[in-house]
């Protein structure tokens, strides 16, 4: 059995990269360190080019909640970095110079040519294998039952003509003269035709163009000065109240809610409760309690609903949340 490779070391804080104002994980090993040590799970958002409809197969980057990102600051184990401005003053002010630019050039092409001859010799043995089918096949040993048609009729006497076999290098014959010099060309000319395929089979390829998926050189970013705290909805006391209590958070939007809340890895557990967070003063119909309550109990999931605790005379504190499940007992 072969080893299993170990984890990268990551070193704390960690970059978060915003672009569009949304929140990005690039690196693989950032976003299993969060998941492994932080309880932060994000988003895959990534796609393939060709095939950018489907949701099945997704991959990096990660996409945060602001409430992740703003979660990560705080504690101080990632910061934000603004993905735009981070290239512009990376590559446009510490650009490679004209011997690092050729050598980039240079490992392109040279990984281009490589793919160029990669492709070549697959056609090759693609080539190799359809001549290859295409050898005589052993004449079939003759069968007494096997009689001709015409000599059940009065006649001269006939033989039963074998069959014809059509052998690779008739087929090859034929491809030369469809393909090479005229019938009635010399057999100078002929060598020359061969020569010259052979020749040309010898040349290199062009080399395919490659796309870097990488920038160069890598971007190394740093820790700002002044930390960029993410803005977060009201909701994100109750996010902070559940994640500090262990549970995992993914958005809610399949059922209706802000937060689905799983008490350990979605991986190995369902999750408990669908939570919503509103102010502490905020008025709200009662049928959104009902239809919440209805719908979580469907789902065999508590409706939870929550928000920060306002206290007078309290400034400064920190406020305490107060959350509430409601279950639908007719169901």
């Not at 409809?53 to 990560?72: H, I, K, Y």
């Not at 981070?86 to 510490?94: S, V, Y």
């Not at 793919?115 to 050898?135: E, F, H, I, P, V």
């Not at 928000?307 to 959350?323: L, M, Y």
Request: aromatic share 8%; net charge neutral; glycine share 8%.
């Amino acid at each position: 059995m072969a080893a299993v490779p170990a984890a990268t070391a990551v070193t704390e804080p960690i970059p978060i990269y915003k672009v569009a104002h949304r929140y990005v994980l690039y690196d693989v090993n950032h976003v299993t360190y969060l998941r492994r040590e932080h309880n932060i799970l994000g988003v895959q958002i990534g796609t393939l080019p060709q095939a950018s409809q489907q949701n099945v197969f997704l991959g990096l980057p990660n996409e945060l909640m602001p409430e992740e990102a703003r979660l990560l600051v705080e504690k101080n184990v990632a910061y934000i970095v603004d993905d735009t401005a981070e290239h512009k003053r990376n590559f446009m002010g510490n650009g490679l110079n004209e011997d690092e630019r050729r050598a980039y050039q240079a490992a392109l092409r040279k990984q281009g040519q490589s793919a160029a001859l990669d492709a070549g010799k697959r056609a090759q043995d693609r080539t190799k294998a359809a001549l290859s089918k295409q050898q005589p096949r052993p004449a079939a040993s003759g069968d007494w039952n096997d009689i001709p048609e015409d000599m059940l009729t009065a006649g001269p006497s006939r033989k039963k003509k074998a069959p014809k076999v059509e052998s690779a290098a008739d087929t090859v014959d034929k491809d030369e003269l469809l393909f090479g010099a005229p019938a009635n060309a010399s057999e100078g000319s002929s060598n020359i035709v061969r020569t010259t395929s052979i020749a040309s089979s010898t040349v290199v390829p062009e080399p395919f163009g490659v796309t870097p998926t990488t920038s160069l050189p890598p971007l190394k970013s740093r820790k700002p000065d002044h930390a960029e705290l993410p803005e977060v909805p009201i909701s994100y006391p109750l996010y902070k109240h559940l994640h500090g209590n262990g549970y995992f958070m993914l958005p809610g939007i399949r059922f209706g809610c802000q937060y689905t809340a799983y008490p350990g890895d979605p991986l190995r557990f369902h999750a408990h409760f669908l939570g919503n967070g509103v102010d502490w003063d905020e008025e709200f119909d009662l049928l959104k309690i009902v239809g919440g309550g209805r719908l979580g109990t469907g789902v065999k999931k508590g409706f939870l609903i929550g928000g920060e605790e306002q206290k007078p005379n309290e400034e400064g504190k920190d406020a305490s949340v107060r959350a509430f499940t409601v279950e639908w007992a007719g169901m």
